[in-house]
């Protein structure tokens, strides 16, 4: 079965830096469009940042200048580079994996990354 692994969240302090990645197995990885959504306690879960299967990539307004999402398809992992933490960024971060072109008809999510930004 498909599975989406995340993996590099924790606690950061405000201003600090982490870097999320999500591999990917059992699907044919070029052919998804991938994204990272979020969570926070008692809010409805948020869109983040995509990527295309060619490369092209989509920011949420809240994390533009800040987040970076980029991908390797060598290693079906997509990754979220995120800079400049603030405390309003704490969540669960769900990798998000749709497609395969030329459809949208298969989409899976991951089981979460918690991060925490705090002093």
């Known amino acids: 079965q498909v599975q989406l692994v995340e993996s590099g969240g924790g606690l950061v302090q405000p201003g600090g830096s982490l870097r999320l990645s999500c591999a990917a197995s059992?699907?044919?990885?070029?052919?998804?469009?991938m994204g990272w959504y979020r969570q926070a306690p008692g809010k409805q879960r948020e869109f983040v940042a995509s990527i295309t299967s060619e490369g092209n990539t989509n920011n949420a307004d809240s994390v533009k200048g800040r987040f970076t999402i980029s991908k390797d398809n060598a290693k079906n992992t997509v990754y979220l580079q995120m800079n400049s933490l603030k405390p309003e960024d704490t969540a669960v971060y769900y990798c998000?994996?749709?497609?395969?072109?030329?459809?949208?008809?298969?989409?899976?999510w991951g089981q979460g990354t918690q991060v925490t930004v705090s002093s």
């Open positions: 059992r699907i044919i990885f070029s052919t998804y469009a």
């Open positions: 998000h994996a749709q497609g395969p072109l030329p459809t949208t008809l298969l989409s899976y």
